[in-house]
C-alpha cells in the first residue's frame, strides 16, 4: 500500500459522474482498508455512505458486499449489480456541488489523503501479448527479424503470471537478482536490462464454472472494470530463461497497478473498431459485435530527478487480439475464472516511433539508446526512475472525460548478493 499525493488538475478531472470508479482505500485517520469511489478531487468511503442510509435502494446483497476490505464479492454479484451501485452513487453525487460537499463531507477525504490498497484479492493472473506491432517490434530487437510467432494470427498468445507479486500503486520495485548471458559468459547478479510494460488488464467480474467455457458473446458480462498495468521485466534474465518454458524470475519480481478500476459501464461511450483480423480465426473467437475495442490514449512517462520524460504514446484500440478475444480463449479449455482475476493485454503499441510501449522496443534491445534530455539517455531503466502509466478516454474538458488515474513505481537498487 502507499500514498501518492501528487495529483494534477488534468487528472482530477478525470473522475466526473461519468466515471464513478471503484478502489480499497485507507488514511492515517481510519486506517481500516474501505472501498471507495471518486469524484475529482474527493475519495467517498463507501460503507460510510451505507451505513447511514445513502445507499439503501441496493439490494441487501450489495450493500453487505461493500462493507468489505476487497472488491471481490462485489465484482463477483455480475454487471447488473455493478450498474446499479454506480447509478446509485450518480445520482447521490450528482446534486450541486456545494450541496454534495456540505451534505456529504463526513464521508469523504481530499484524494491527497489517501492510501492505496490493492482493490482485489488476486487469485490468477494471465498475461496475454494481444499487439501484432509489440510482437514483431520485440523479435525484431531481439531476434533481428519482423516474424510473428506460428500462434499469434489464430489466438492470443499468453502465459500464467505471479499474482503475489503484484502490487498496490506506488509501491517500490527492487532490481531483481538472477541469471543471464554477458560478456563473461551466464552471470548471476542484479539485472542489467529492467524494463516496463505499458499495459491494460480486465479485473474479472462473475465466475465462470470449471469445464465450461465463456461464449464471446457473454465475455464482458464477465468484466468487473479496467485497469493500467506495468509488467516490469528483466530482460536479460528473460531472455535466459524463455527457452523452453517462457517466462519466469524476469516477469515475477514486480507488476504494478493504477488504484482504480474504472467500469466497463463507464467505458460504453467509447466503444469503437480495432484493426480486421488477418486470418479467419476460429468459431469460438468469432465476435459478431464490431465495436469491441474501446478508444482509449495511453502514455507512459519515465520520470529522472523529479522531470518527467513521455517516451510512449499509444492507443488501446491498436491492439489485434480484443480482451472478449482474451476472455473466450482463457476458458476456451474448461479453465475457470474467478471474480478479482487479472488479464492483462500485454504491451499496447503501435507501428511508428514513439508509440512503442516497453524500452525494449524503444532501444532495440538496448543497442540504441533514447535521449530523455540533452544529458539524459536511457537502454534501460536505472535505479530512481518512475515509471508513470496513465490513460484516458474522451475530449479532455468535457463532462464525458474518464481516466485511469496513474500507474505510479519506482525502481530501486537490489538486494546485495552477499545477502543471498
Known amino acids: 500500500m502507499t500514498s501518492l499525493t501528487s495529483q ?3 487528472e482530477n478531472s478525470q473522475f466526473g459522474l461519468a466515471n464513478i470508479p471503484f478502489g480499497v482505500v485507507s488514511t492515517k485517520a481510519d486506517p481500516i482498508p474501505k472501498i471507495a469511489t471518486r469524484l475529482f478531487d474527493q475519495v467517498y468511503l463507501i460503507p460510510n455512505l451505507v451505513a447511514n ?3 439503501d435502494q441496493l439490494s441487501p446483497s450489495t450493500r453487505s458486499s461493500l462493507f468489505q476490505p476487497t472488491l471481490n464479492q462485489l465484482a463477483s454479484l455480475g454487471r447488473l449489480e455493478h450498474k446499479s451501485v454506480r447509478k446509485a452513487l450518480q445520482e447521490l453525487l450528482g446534486d450541486d456541488q456545494s450541496k454534495v460537499k456540505d451534505k456529504l463531507a463526513t464521508y469523504s477525504v481530499n484524494i491527497s489523503e489517501v492510501i492505496y490498497h490493492l482493490p482485489v484479492t488476486v487469485g490468477d493472473f494471465s498475461d496475454f501479448s494481444c499487439s501484432r506491432d509489440h510482437v514483431l517490434n520485440a523479435g525484431e530487437a531481439v531476434m533481428g527479424v519482423r516474424q510473428l510467432p506460428p500462434g499469434f494470427l489464430h489466438f492470443p498468445v499468453g502465459y500464467g503470471g ?4 503484484i502490487l498496490a500503486p506506488g509501491t517500490f520495485v527492487r532490481r531483481p537478482l538472477g541469471q543471464f548471458r554477458s560478456p563473461e559468459g551466464v552471470t548471476f547478479g542484479p539485472s542489467r536490462a529492467v524494463d516496463f510494460e505499458l499495459e491494460v488488464a480486465v479485473i474479472v467480474g462473475k465466475p465462470s464454472a470449471f469445464g465450461e467455457p465463456i461464449n464471446i458473446k457473454q465475455a464482458e458480462d464477465h468484466i468487473f472494470g479496467f485497469l493500467l498495468l506495468n509488467d516490469w521485466s528483466a530482460r536479460d534474465i528473460q531472455g535466459l ?11 515475477s519480481f514486480g507488476t504494478s497497478i493504477s488504484p482504480w478500476i474504472v467500469t ?6 467509447f466503444r469503437t473498431t480495432g484493426p480486421d ?3 479467419a480465426p476460429a468459431k469460438y473467437l468469432q465476435n459478431q459485435q464490431s465495436q469491441s475495442h474501446y478508444s482509449i490514449r495511453l502514455n507512459a512517462e519515465i520520470e529522472v530527478d523529479e522531470t518527467r520524460y513521455v517516451v510512449c504514446e499509444s492507443r488501446f484500440e491498436w491492439l489485434y487480439w480484443t480482451v472478449s478475444d482474451m476472455i473466450a480463449h482463457q476458458t476456451i479449455n474448461g479453465c475457470p475464472l474467478n471474480a478479482g482475476d487479472i488479464l492483462a493485454t500485454g504491451t499496447v503499441s503501435g507501428s511508428t516511433p514513439g508509440s512503442h510501449g516497453c524500452l525494449l522496443e524503444i532501444t532495440k534491445g538496448g543497442k540504441e539508446p533514447v535521449s530523455l534530455a540533452k544529458d539524459v539517455a536511457r537502454r534501460y531503466l536505472e535505479d530512481g526512475d518512475v515509471i508513470r502509466l496513465t490513460g484516458s478516454a474522451g475530449i479532455p474538458g468535457t463532462q464525458e472525460f474518464v481516466g485511469f488515474g496513474t500507474c505510479y513505481g519506482e525502481l530501486c537498487e537490489s538486494i546485495r548478493i552477499d545477502q543471498v
Open 162 to 165: 505471479r499474482c503475489s507479486s
Open 277 to 279: 483480423k488477418e486470418l
Open 53 to 55: 442510509g445513502h445507499l
Open 264 to 269: 466497463i459501464d463507464a467505458l460504453e461511450p
Open 8 to 10: 494534477s488538475g488534468d
Open 241 to 251: 530463461e524463455m527457452n523452453p518454458l517462457g517466462p519466469f524470475n524476469g516477469k
